[in-house]
């Protein structure tokens, strides 16, 4: 089993819709945990991390966490075709480095 | 503003060659890591290190090596280079702490001929 596992996609959704980009990690220890954004030929970039079982809203981004189920979910509201891209969910586990997911491709069809 | 930059965005070079990839940073973070990302396998931590001079392996340091002699610079080395590293080779710097950011550079398209 993969220590962040998410489904690779594409997930495509039309133009104003919701985006539910969603992960699952195997590390109950795992103490936080990071959403990347990756545009195609391009680096990684941090959208927001969140630490605490709940919400986290910042602006249309909003990361949901559930530690007892061991996922974490990104939800993009009023989905633009610029969110087209490769978003990659990420943990810290303690030993220092974060463990990526190999990311979800999402498409978002104007 | 954060930044982190990789020495090259394109190599290409010959099976057996060395490498060099260097990787710098001017943020004062202590942790610099190397990752390599191939489609479906996603990044994959090669090294890392969290002080001059110190080194840690990730998940995949077979046929690679580091230097970190100044906190500033990591330097990733294949010391014989192979087909199969061939690969987009990422470096990334961050402080310590489990809530700290990790910050990217713009990476290193490596192809082995």
């Known amino acids: 089993q993969k220590e962040v596992e998410q489904n690779s996609g594409p997930l495509s959704v039309p133009e104003g819709a919701i985006a539910s980009l969603n992960c699952t990690y195997s590390?109950?220890?795992?103490?936080?945990f990071f959403w990347y954004r990756q545009y195609s030929g391009k680096s990684p970039e941090l959208i927001m991390f969140?630490?605490?079982?709940g919400d986290k809203e910042d602006g249309r981004f909003t990361a949901q966490l559930n530690k007892a189920s061991q996922y974490v979910s990104l939800l993009i509201r009023d989905s633009q075709p610029s969110d087209s891209a490769t978003y990659l969910c990420?943990?810290?586990?303690?030993?220092?480095?974060?463990?990526f997911g190999s990311g979800t491709r999402l498409q978002v069809q104007p | 503003d954060v930044k982190v930059t990789q020495s090259s965005r394109y190599l290409v070079k010959r099976t057996g060659e060395k490498v060099f990839l260097e990787c710098v940073q001017d943020m004062d973070h202590e942790n610099m890591f190397w990752y390599r990302q191939d489609p479906g396998l996603g990044l994959r931590l090669i090294y890392f290190?969290?002080?001059?001079?110190?080194?840690e392996k990730g998940d995949i340091p077979e046929g690679y090596s580091v230097s970190r002699e100044k906190k500033e610079r990591f330097s990733l080395i294949l010391e014989s280079a192979s087909t199969n590293q061939t690969s987009m080779y990422l470096c990334?710097?961050?402080?310590?702490?489990?809530?700290?950011?990790?910050?990217f550079g713009p990476g290193t398209r490596l192809l082995v001929l």
């Open positions: 990420a943990v810290y586990t303690g030993r220092r480095a974060l463990t």
């Open positions: 990334a710097s961050s402080r310590i702490g489990p809530q700290e950011t990790q910050y």
């Open positions: 969140i630490y605490s079982n």
């Open positions: 590390d109950r220890g795992s103490q936080s």
């Open positions: 290190s969290y002080d001059v001079k110190m080194k």
